[in-house]
């Protein structure tokens, strides 16, 4: 049963070094546009649904080739409005074995996702349209304007029946100084509005104030995100915990908790080509999971696949069809198709 | 001493996604010629032998540039035919990790090779020129036109006392359904003319359908290889088994069995840059080791170096000399040679 | 006013040797999806209407590459059908100054989309959505079930008072020995179906037979497009007279026949970076002239200068959008704009 | 007698579509970073002087990136400062034949550059090591901090008895509405500060809002030019007149006034490969005759071959000696070097 | 009726910068094998002779890479030695309009061809394989020990009464100081030993010291030509005359002087894209006539055709086909072909 | 406390294949200009030092690109001289796994560096301005001019007081037949002026001909050094023990011994990218910790960690900044950096 997904979020023109080379080292760049709500809408597509993106996307052959970019990704254009004149963008120089990755961005705070005045979404259109709408804690970092549109929409779509999706996603370096106490009562906001929640125990310790005796990240995941889930009325909160292994392979287990009850998915190991926009494929995984009704345990399993095969792909986005992660689930990795 | 070798087989243009991108993903594509007998053919000539590939190439421009390119391999143009439209043709997506590569076929039925009229070989002119003579079941797969040229070519090598190499090489796709009882009689018409066959016992099983109560793989080997050889007149036999490990690479064994007895070479285990075509690279050592009269050891120990090679270099086609595959049999991996 | 055009025709993948090398010197290839519909719809949609490509491509990766370009380049997705196994394609080498450009086609009768089977189409459904469609005669070359599909299209867009359009496009390979007799009966039936039709004086001589003793091109032109348009009423007829000149530049001159009154563009004389579906672009913009309520004036010279532009675009398909082609119709070659 | 040449100015980013197409054809851009200082003063010091570039760049990747791209163009790094966290960046589009190339710019007013606060550069330091300080008209457009340093180091150097070049430059997009007026004051000071002055009768007409009943540009620079540098006291003043030809060549023909008299050169005309930045070639040449002691005639003569051989080479900065400008001069084009 | 050519010289190892930049600016080179041999031997294999080249390269991996290239040439390999350690390089810089291109070698005289120890070549077995062989001035410039290679196979093959073609190619830079001088006796040496010589009157008058009081080029050509014929017994002489256009286009005139006669070309001129090499595709193309018994006019209209085609094509050697010549001799140039 | 490096040594032109092609299958190469000196000298340089380059590269094209790039090295270019015509090659083939890497040289001797005069360079200059002088072993193998050059600019740095650094580097393709005789004396007389060698127990072994009854690496290096040390009067002796693992990781252990103490560094275990040049990065640590007074365990840790870091990095040439190098020393790797 496909559903309609809307993703509001911006788009950041992804600006790739090459290969292992160093930015001082190249003399071209990969370009991509990507996005945590590109990357969930889309993955939610090529899933089977429609995914529209709520966005702002400049006047000019950058924002002409976003749109291209996004329509290829199987995005539905109805909802990216074009307006202001700049689009962010980031520098992405891949790591290799002990030289980590690094990501440099450019000033994305007059983009014009992050410049688009009030108005310039109509919250009931899009609630009347979309089934479902995701929103994620980096766009709550950008500031007041968007993070009342993000707020206007989640109520507009809340009042409509429609399911809300949160991922915290917190990234210190976007609120600066005394982030979480900036941060916290729209990240309160946003919890007493979604039905689905992306989080996982140090969301609750560091951004909501949190207190586990704990000392393990299992026992304070258990003790803490029932609590989170009471106490903001979550029907659905879920996330990961990652490893990174001495041979540069990285774990990854996904957890799900729902009606009083957590599953978990096998613990994954695998090779890492792509780590950027992974999270987001989990994301995808647990809503494509809720949408068609899976039990919690295939769900968190599915996510955790869909997360898994996200990292053996170029870019942000991820690209794989819902039948690709169901044989992920269950083979081990084979010779050749042909 | 250098033997000329003839290898029957259709060429197939590989357009290869460059890097791990999906074709979705992709702007360019970059191409080569292969198929099993230029493999085959062209390790051959690197090893210090004649090539010569009996095919046929379409008279345009994309049959020139595979003309070049199988000169640039090292085979030999006397019995490369030109006629017909059209060349078959394969796309590549690299896999990565947990994913899978990706191989999807053009229209191949209606290619030069595949439509070649009765008449277009000289089977004596071939027979007269070589001393051995090889081919695979990817071509006793395609229609009755090619499957009579490769018998004629086959009766005429035998007649004049040439050696023929058959690879069983079974592709459940190319045959369809009831492929197994489609392929045996071919199967075995090619057998009885074969003095050189590769194979394990899966072939034995599947194709000739035979059976066994053993249940491993080696006890099986074991057990009907000797009594194919014995059945069909074969003078060597050999094939590996190959296993995928965890850690994504590719782990592989050798055998050969000959005058009623099995060697075994060392299991292999290495990384995987390309595994296509890396068969091929086996099959040519068996070739090799027999026709310089190595030893039976020497020469599966040869073969599955070889193969391990193949997975080293790009492309389709094995590119190593005879002294490297030796130093590969003998030699830890080394630094950096200058 | 923006509309609805449905456009009905092979995708093929262009595979191009990039720069100036020949096949046989490259190792790669660019590739891209175009076709003479997938120009025509692409470049309206630039225009601001809507472009459904009718269609049908294979369900693997290579037709899910197709799906992907075409949403890219604006296409809508809704009549674009999955189904057989093959996509068409050509090879593409650029030709420089005295050398000329070179095609070479892949196999294409057996394409997803020359195989179609009945009932693959909602002719109903396609005609309820299309204020106009949109035919070329390289379709029409294909094969009887192919032909089928058009015509039973065409019926059911002019039952329902859409608009008909019909580029002749003989391609003498494509009909083969006595092409002209054999394309004769079905160019009059798309003709009688057509209210715009591309063509010019040579397709009414060769196809339809029709006799002139005029000598030259411009005479002979004056005298026969009206005889076709009275014979098949045809309410508009439009084409073009190209030539090439010594230095490489090519001369256009567009016509439009409409009315009982012919107007002309100006004869624009330009540099080429891509010949091949500036064809197309023409085409797009007489029929955006004529949705447009454009007087006949203004379609032809926009018609023009949209061919002129798309010789400057990279690939078959034009990328101009409607204020571009009205400054180039204007304007001067200008300075770097910034 | 090499000098030492100070440039100010911002550095850019210059983000270069590949070859002829499109941002939303393209999926990789290549960069290098130039700005008229860049362009200035590393022409100069490929004419054997030492080229100071007086700029802020941010302390990241990207401004790594751009000290070693700029170190590599000959630039001596003193000056260069490092602080603000961006850089500016624009992208480049190539037009072709009747298709202009187009520029889009990032957001560069939040650039390290642009937000380089007080006491950034030590303008008596500089004022002591450079002979000659030159800025220009892009720059002098940003805001009033950075026209605070440019005028201070104009006043520094001026004051130490060294040579001040301005080149008017003024673009019509960074001044916005009521430009000309905002431009005025600032462009009046800085004549007064300058002894060597690039502009034409545009500058003088629009900028300065000086009258004159001429009617061809020639006659308007004859009479205005004169009394521009007696007004503000400008010992050189010098420009260019470009036009476009219909086959897609450029005219150039450049003239310097000094000693109240006029000097043109020839008119050149040429192709041209890349057009940005060829204006600053022109100036570097103008700079350089002045500090060789070239006759005027000479120095006119160099300047407008320096622009032309700069139109020939790929990205903004020029790139030729003095010995292959002097050649330019004086040969025409050869065939291969050998 | 195909012939048998050996072509003797050395294989130089090209190194180019992609598409207009300088050295400086790349950070990637295209690389290929060329020499006049390898092209007159190429291009002749190209019109259906067999061309065997006769060169000595080194036994490493770069010899590896020539080895492969010179087969993909469609050149013959019996007569390539292997030995010494090195190969000849140089660097291209493609100049672009007002920019000429530029050549930089390597250290070529300690290559393995110039280093060759006497013994290398089997001078009777190479007489008795080939009908014609090659040789050129660049060879002659080497050392001692390459020309009596060169004469000692010269007499080979003149003494089995096979033909002896020489090409002048005069290049200053090799011969030094007294070039002219040291460079007289080993050309009256080929001269004599020649039947066919490709040269024109600068070589008449500056190696060989002749004189003439005529002042254009056309009037001395046709003095000393007969004149060098008659004292070095040449049965056909030939060579160009090549002019460079104002708009980067190139002119070129072919002659031919036989049994006392002159034949001309027509003037042809073109846009040149690879201008390296096309001399040789000349000299084939005369070689060419003269094996095929063309009338002298058909051989120089031809082998100007074949020279004007090869400025089309991309590196060193000629790539086209015989019936390609052919129509560039008679036909306009055409639209795109399919 | 910034020093002044001075490094002595050849430029050479590293011309890579791409990706894991052998140079037989590629069609382009990377380039990049490196050398021993070249990356100790530029690894100091990123360290916060200043780098003089003392070499000689050729008044071309090739040279003025080598310098182009040694400047973007952050190198100093007070000492680089222009003479002779040459450089140094090398081509590139990277392995993969089980294959090894290959490094193959073009001609070297003739180099504008190997051939550069007496009085190419002012030793006395030099030493005035250099606090430090670093050599190796690779540079003392090429001619006895290059060792008058080495030797005499060791003595006039140690003259003023400067330290001498020395790198044995012993290549056994160098020195030909008898090598470690040869050598001997040359490497006796740079080990008695050098006060920082870098080393291990072949050195003492192999060119010194020092005994030891020790089995192990590490005894005998415990036995050796100190000897070697109190016999050449070396201040500091620094080195790795190498291994390479089956799982084609590498493992690398430092040493340093200083004030008759050995210390070592933690054994690293890496994936390696790029091996050449990795030495130099170990090197480069040495002296930075030398200079800048870390403790011996923290300069062999600085050491150790440098040359892993300069694995991950493409090029010949570490690009690890101090803090870089720092964290990698007791950080585990982690995600991606933003």
Redesign the interface.
């Known amino acids: 049963m496909a559903k309609r997904i809307a993703v509001f979020g911006e788009v950041m023109m992804r600006?790739q070094v090459?290969?292992?080379?160093?930015?001082?080292?190249?003399?071209?760049?990969?370009?991509?546009f990507s996005g945590t709500g590109v990357n969930v809408g889309s993955a939610l597509a090529r899933f089977g649904h429609t995914g529209y993106l709520v966005t702002t996307l400049p006047m000019?052959?950058?924002g002409?080739?976003a749109?291209?970019?996004l329509?290829?990704?199987?995005l539905t254009t109805t909802f990216m409005m074009r307006g202001g004149?700049?689009?962010g963008?980031?520098?992405l120089?891949n790591?290799?074995?002990?030289?980590?990755?690094?990501?440099?961005?450019?000033?994305r705070l007059?983009s014009s996702f992050n410049t688009a005045p009030e108005g310039t979404y109509d919250y009931e259109a899009i609630a009347e349209e979309a089934d479902v709408v995701h929103f994620c804690g980096i766009t709550l970092a950008m500031n007041d304007s968007v993070r009342d549109h993000m707020k206007s929409l989640a109520k507009a779509v809340k009042a409509r029946g429609g399911t809300v999706v949160f991922d915290c996603n917190y990234?210190p370096?976007l609120w600066g100084a005394d982030g979480y106490e900036k941060a916290k009562p729209h990240y309160e906001d946003m919890l007493r509005l979604a039905d689905i929640v992306m989080m996982n125990e140090k969301d609750a310790i560091f951004i909501l104030g949190m207190h586990t005796d704990k000392e393990t990240r299992s026992e304070q995941l258990a003790e803490l995100i029932p609590e989170v889930a009471a106490q903001y009325g979550i029907r659905v909160a879920a996330g990961t915990h990652?490893s990174?292994n001495g041979?540069?392979t990285h774990s990854l287990q996904g957890f799900i908790y729902k009606n009083q009850n957590f599953s978990y998915s096998k613990k994954l190991t695998?090779?890492?080509?792509d780590?950027?926009g992974a999270g987001d494929a989990y994301t995808s995984g647990i809503v494509h999971g809720e949408l068609s009704g899976f039990s919690p345990g295939k769900t968190v399993e599915f996510a955790a696949a869909a997360g898994?095969?996200a990292?053996?792909?170029?870019?942000d986005t991820p690209?794989s069809s819902e039948s690709?992660v169901l044989r992920?689930m269950t083979e081990?990795?084979?010779?050749?198709?042909?």
Chains 1, 2, 3, 4, 5, 6 share one sequence.
């Open positions: 600006l090459p290969g292992y080379d160093l930015l001082s080292q190249a003399g071209s760049l990969n370009f991509s000019n052959s950058v002409d080739a749109m291209a970019y329509r290829k990704l199987g004149q700049y689009i963008m980031y520098f120089e790591g290799f074995g002990a030289r980590p990755s690094r990501v440099t961005y450019s000033n007059e990234r370096s990652r990174i041979d540069n695998f090779s890492v080509y780590r950027i898994m095969l990292h053996t792909i170029a870019g690209m690709e992920a081990a990795v084979g010779d050749v198709e042909r």
